[in-house]
Every structure is written in C-alpha cells, then in structure tokens.
C-alpha cells in the first residue's frame, strides 16, 4: 500500500512516440522528485519540485520535460526518446526536500523500442 | 565528484544470524544518511535516517552506524529473517542533494 501512485506501470513506446508518466501523492508533502533506475546503476535523481517550484534539475536531457501542476501531481512529459532511456522511472515525495524520507511509488517501466 | 560504494555481490546469511551491510562514500561529506528497501518490482522503502552528529541509531532488528571519519555507514539486521531478503540501498544525501548507492542484494536462507 503506497500513498504515491504511478501511472501506468508499464509503457512500451516508440523513439518517434510522445508519452506521458503521472505520478500522484495522497500524503500532503511538499516536494516531489523524478528518478530514473537502470539495471545495476544506482538511482539517478532527475528533477526535484518544492511546492510547484523545480529546484534541482541534474543535467537532464530536454527530451525529459517534467510539470507539476500542484503539490499533489507530477508529470514526466517525454518525447523523441532513445534506447538507453529504457529503465525504471521512479517519483517520489517528502515532507519539503531536505533530510526527511522520500515515500517512493512502484514506478513506470519504460521500454524504448 | 561523489561515489557511493556498496557491496554488488549478494550477501547470503542463514536465518537468524546477523545481517551487515557496508555503505561507503568518497569526494563529498553528506549531513545525513539513508537506508531504504527495495523489493524487486517494487518502489525503495524507507527504513532509517541517521544524520552525521549521530553515531547510531536503532530501529527494532535494526541498527545503523554512521562514522564520518571513515565516511562509512554500517546497516545490521540482528535475527534475520527470510522475509528480510530484499536489495537494500543507502542514500548519502545534502540538502537538495540526494544521491544513491547501486544496491546490496540480501538472501537469507531458511
């Protein structure tokens, strides 16, 4: 039982595609993060958001467009994707960024054909 | 740049014996350090935070040590549990800085 939701949990997609990964928390916070996992790497945080506002954004390629409507939901917008960008997306929330646990959904799988 | 090293073999303990996982890290100095659970298909789970003027804390069968001198962290279950085998995963982290370890795989045997 996981008070973050993704959605969908598996999405197989062209390079040419454009798709959209949703996550929902039901938990209050404040922050949300994007993460991506890949087999035997360790997690790669790609965006951060505090109360609607990015404050992290690692390097991450433009094909990668991320939007937070509110505190609640969080959008990984991609388009023109490339085989290495296949692995596990990952949202997570906390109380606001900082020390405090990251409460994790199960995550999108992503295959890029 | 930072590097996080946990242990990539898997660790297989009999049921009831105690547990260690290593976490170390290099090139930065995290104020505070993270455990988590992941089972396969699975979100991580969190289980401890301990921050770096803490030397230990304790959660249940849980315990983690934190020792910034040799920029280590040590995670022990005391008896373990078939239910306990999962991948676990340590998170050095700053403020809007996270950052994580690939992951050590616990197999423990009834």
């Known amino acids: 039982e996981t008070g973050v939701t993704q959605t969908p949990r598996h999405l197989v997609m062209g390079m040419t595609n454009k798709k959209s990964l949703k996550c929902e928390q039901h938990l209050g916070h404040n922050a949300m993060y994007w993460y991506k996992q890949s087999a035997k790497k360790p997690l790669e945080l790609m965006f951060v958001y505090s109360l609607e506002e990015r404050v992290e954004n690692n390097s991450v390629p433009s094909r990668f467009s991320p939007e937070c409507p509110n505190s609640s939901h969080l959008f990984l917008h991609l388009h023109t994707l490339q085989p290495e960008d296949s692995a596990l997306y990952l949202c997570a929330s906390s109380q606001d960024p900082g020390a405090k646990p990251q409460h994790f959904g199960d995550g999108t799988r992503l295959s890029i054909l | 740049s930072q590097k996080i090293e946990q242990n990539s073999e898997a660790l297989n303990i009999q049921e009831g014996k105690t547990a260690t996982l290593t976490c170390n890290y290099t090139n930065y100095s995290p104020a505070y350090l993270q455990w988590y659970r992941q089972d396969p298909g699975r979100g991580p789970v969190f289980l401890l935070l301990?921050?770096?003027?803490?030397k230990e804390k304790r959660k249940e069968r849980l315990k983690v040590t934190f020792d910034t001198t040799l920029k280590q962290s040590l995670f022990h279950i005391t008896a373990s549990q078939p239910a306990d085998s999962a991948t676990y995963l340590c998170a050095p982290s700053n403020f809007n800085k996270f950052y994580f370890g690939s992951g050590t795989k616990l197999n423990v045997k009834p």
């Open positions: 301990i921050r770096e003027n803490e």
